[in-house]
């Protein structure tokens, strides 16, 4: 299976903060790689798509890059609505599998 | 608009099975693989299995190979997952998710999600 690894797994931001959290792979997947919210009680919802797309209706302030073993994703302006865990996931085998999370909390 | 509508929970023994439903709405049945995913209390994400509604055809990873069944009813639009062999560890919310293509270039991601199912095993 292709290994995921999220960092940090937690991280204390402010509003109007710019966030990164980064995610590697075991081996290459080339762009497929998603970024998904989650809020407690609710199931996972797609950011990012592909590496780099916006997912419809989503805000332009997430925005995703990278390719091959490294990706990041980025909160340009940390909004409250924003805290939250954020998992990444990699489509290249079927067999997916994702990211041990990152937990965005209130500073 | 697009649904996946999963069934309540449960609470099972251990070594019993459970069977969970996700039924979907809003586009065609067939047109989209459907993935299982659980999430046990407080920890991330796991995948179980994937369905092809277009001729049933399934694939389940390895952890789960002989516990997990996964089916689908064409006529409701219904895909199921049954897990046997229910254990302690099993405890989690389990997911459904329908799987769409890159608009672009090959790969895939989930843009639908059930609600969940909480399944709950204790003696």
């Known amino acids: 299976d292709i290994q995921m690894t999220q960092s940090p797994s937690s991280l204390s931001a402010s509003v109007g903060d710019r966030v990164t959290i980064t995610c590697r792979a075991s081996?290459?997947?080339?762009?497929?790689l998603n970024w998904y919210q989650q809020k407690p009680g609710k199931a996972p919802n797609l950011l990012i798509y592909a590496a780099s797309s916006l997912q419809s209706g989503v805000p332009s302030r997430f925005s995703g890059s990278g390719s091959g073993t490294y990706f990041t994703l980025t909160i340009s302006s940390l909004q409250p609505e924003d805290f939250a865990i954020y998992y990444c996931q990699q489509s290249y085998s079927s067999a997916v599998t994702f990211g041990g999370g990152t937990k965005v909390e209130i500073k | 608009q697009v649904q996946l509508v999963q069934s309540g929970a449960e609470v099972k023994k251990p070594g019993a099975s459970v069977k969970v439903s996700c039924k979907a709405s809003?586009?065609?049945?067939?047109?989209?693989?459907v993935y299982w995913v659980r999430q046990a209390p407080g920890q991330g994400l796991e995948f179980i299995g994937i369905?092809?509604?277009?001729?049933?055809?399934?694939s389940n990873a390895q952890m789960f190979q002989g516990r997990v069944t996964l089916t689908r009813d064409t006529s409701t639009t219904t895909v199921y997952m049954e897990l046997s062999s229910l254990r302690s560890e099993d405890t989690a919310v389990y997911y459904c998710?329908?799987?769409?293509?890159?608009?672009?270039?090959?790969?895939?991601?989930?843009?639908?999600w059930g609600q969940g199912t909480l399944v709950t095993v204790s003696s």
């Open positions: 998710a329908r799987e769409r293509d890159y608009y672009d270039t090959s790969g895939s991601c989930f843009d639908y």
């Open positions: 369905i092809n509604p277009n001729g049933g055809r399934t």
């Open positions: 081996q290459s997947i080339t762009t497929h």
């Open positions: 809003g586009y065609t049945f067939t047109d989209h693989y």
